[in-house]
């Protein structure tokens, strides 16, 4: 079993910046894509952002520019720099990664999500 767990979350003002950190834990053999994405109330889960393990980024179009994904593959974490933050940024953030076992079977895990506000 993998556990995620996120930090970094708050409130902050439009215009302003928040880093998340997600950190892996528990029996792992190999994390592949690691990634974030995002819940606002009353909306269906979003993509923000993902990373491979050799550093390939993907981002959401409205977070272009304003958000920057990072990981380190020796601690197993996975970070999103968040600046230029925007009131519609606001919803729960999730971690997410994908790992291997040993015996070559692929799961996806969840963190149990951070709450990012942005005030306008």
């Known amino acids: 079993q993998v556990q995620l767990v996120e930090s970094g979350g708050g409130l902050v003002q439009a215009g302003g910046s928040l880093r998340l950190s997600c950190a892996a834990s528990g029996t792992i053999f190999r994390i592949d894509a690691m990634g974030w994405y995002r819940q606002a109330p009353g909306e269906q889960r979003e993509l923000v952002s993902t990373i491979t393990r050799s550093g390939r980024t993907n981002y959401a179009d409205n977070v272009k520019g304003r958000f920057t994904i990072s990981r380190d593959n020796a601690k197993n974490t996975v970070s999103l720099q968040m600046n230029s933050l925007k009131p519609e940024d606001t919803a729960v953030y999730y971690c997410?990664?994908?790992?291997?076992?040993?015996?070559?079977?692929?799961?996806?895990?969840w963190g149990q999500g951070t709450q990012v506000t942005v005030s306008s």
């Open positions: 997410t990664a994908e790992h291997w076992s040993v015996m070559g079977r692929s799961a996806d895990y």
